[in-house]
């Protein structure tokens, strides 16, 4: 396994935990929908939340928030779309879109989580 991808599933692990903590059920955790994946799916009371988690340890190229732009905006909310019409049947009353940006230091041993609620 990559170094990335071992800090990527480190990170979704922190935001699962971070989640439950705030009373959200998990439902699905990297779903893969084509080529788009979800990092996780939520429930919020009757709040369905789609999160996506970024990972980043510092020092190193920038923090996790850095990477949340426009383009990757588009392509969650084409996900969500993709999800939501395969399960029509499923009635919410409310969907949202989340980011979770996780910042970790080695030398503190420590990490910094930033949770930004309905991106879109």
């Known amino acids: 396994m990559s170094r990335n991808k071992a800090v990527g599933e480190y990170g979704e692990r922190i ?23 979800i990092d996780i799916i939520a429930l919020e009371g009757d709040v369905l939340v789609f999160a996506e988690v970024k990972t980043r340890v510092l020092p190193g190229l920038g923090s996790a928030e850095d990477t949340l732009g426009q383009v990757k905006i588009k392509r969650l909310k084409v996900a969500l779309g993709h999800y939501l019409s395969l399960f029509k049947g499923t009635d919410y009353r409310r969907v949202r879109l989340d980011f979770i940006a996780i910042d970790i230091s080695r030398e503190k041993k420590t990490a910094k989580i930033k949770h930004f609620k309905d991106i879109v």
């Open 15 to 37: 935001a699962r935990k971070y989640l439950t903590s705030k009373g959200c059920r998990i439902i699905e955790a990297n779903l893969k929908l084509s080529y788009r994946e």
